[in-house]
């Protein structure tokens, strides 16, 4: 049973550029959730998708959108990007049926803005 | 908006020494989630509480989730050098528009000198 995957792993952009980053849930989970964790610092969350559909915003700007496939998948597009956009971006997983809101983190992908 | 403070934000101790770490909301909780992450790594779901006052036990770990359901602390009982990384509480608000949205604390970054 594969856990959530991402990639890509690394990547380095310069300031401008735009990225795409993708992630693949959980098997059985429907929800995809996306944060930025900057070093030192707590993830933050981003966006939330299900049903493919944008359900829920942090604090984040319109720079940040997403999308989420039929098969569950996301990808996180950034653009313009900034030096402080900086971050390890992960990807978390649920199933929105259970009461529970147990999330399950992809590895990251680590991006680097110069 | 909310927001999980988590102290202290370092701690070091001995190998067979006691850790604890503390997490306050803002606003209260449907339930508090724990994670670990490991230096390089990605976060690793530990636990979830969900009741007032409740109480759980993973081997050296317990979790504690307050009666007013805005507070939780984790507690470790004679530290091992594998118990090293950064441990975060994270605030979610199940039901209604908030669903899935984890607000996460700072994290505590534990160190074991063997």
């Known amino acids: 049973d594969a856990g959530v995957t991402q990639s890509p792993t690394h990547l380095i952009k310069t300031r401008g550029q735009q990225v795409t980053l993708r992630c693949s849930p959980k098997?059985?989970?429907?929800?995809v959730s996306w944060y930025q964790q900057a070093l030192g610092q707590g993830p933050q969350f981003i966006f939330q998708?299900?049903?493919?559909?944008?359900?829920q915003r942090g604090n984040f700007p319109d720079r940040f959108s997403g999308h989420q496939f039929p098969n569950y998948s996301s990808e996180l597009n950034v653009n313009a990007l900034l030096l402080g956009d900086s971050a390890l971006y992960l990807c978390?997983?649920?199933?929105?049926?259970?009461?529970?809101?147990?999330?399950?983190f992809g590895p990251g992908t680590r991006l680097l803005v110069l | 908006g909310q927001q999980v403070m988590q102290i202290p934000q370092y701690q070091h101790v001995q190998e067979g020494e006691d850790f604890t770490t503390y997490c306050n909301s803002s606003?209260?909780?449907?339930?508090i989630q724990w994670y670990k992450q490991r230096p390089g790594g990605h976060p690793v779901f530990l636990i979830q509480?969900?009741?007032?006052?409740e109480v759980k036990k993973q081997k050296r770990l317990t979790f504690q989730f307050g009666e007013a359901k805005k507070n939780s602390s984790l507690h470790i009982t004679a530290t091992q050098t594998t118990d090293v990384g950064t441990y975060f509480c994270?605030?979610?608000?199940?039901?209604?528009?908030?669903?899935?949205?984890?607000?996460f604390g700072q994290g505590t970054i534990l160190t074991v000198h063997p």
């Open positions: 098997s059985g989970h429907d929800t």
């Open positions: 606003t209260t909780l449907s339930n």
């Open positions: 994270a605030g979610g608000n199940a039901g209604g528009t908030s669903y899935g949205k984890l607000t």
């Open positions: 998708y299900y049903e493919e559909e944008e359900r």
């Open positions: 509480l969900v009741k007032s006052g």
């Open positions: 978390a997983s649920s199933h929105r049926g259970l009461a529970s809101e147990t999330q399950y």
